[in-house]
């Protein structure tokens, strides 16, 4: 079940195909908490739908939305 923060999410994800995002930032855009931004990227990245990596701040990182123009591999 999707819940509908975690759409919201995925969606504004899915329209910025190619920018990297902190969930800082995401939360911010897409008017949640933090936390409930955090938990639901978390969900996405199990689902594999979400590519992650380093910013090269401790502990930040940066997301973006798996598409096949994003696949590096």
Same mark, same amino acid.
């Given at each position: 079940?999707?819940? !509908?923060?975690?759409? =919201?999410?995925?969606?504004? *994800? ?12 995401? +939360?911010?855009?897409?008017? !949640?908490?933090?936390? =409930?931004?955090?938990?639901? *990227? ?8 979400i590519?992650?990596?380093? +910013? ?18």
């Open positions: 079940m999707i819940k !509908i923060s975690q759409a =919201s999410v995925q969606e504004f *994800l899915q329209k910025h195909p190619k920018g990297w995002f902190t969930s800082r930032q995401i +939360s911010e855009k897409v008017g !949640i908490g933090l936390g =409930s931004c955090m938990d639901n *990227l978390r969900r996405l990245r199990v689902h594999r739908l590519d992650i990596r380093d +910013s090269g701040k401790r502990y930040c990182h940066e997301y973006r939305y798996r598409s096949k123009e994003n696949e590096e591999y």
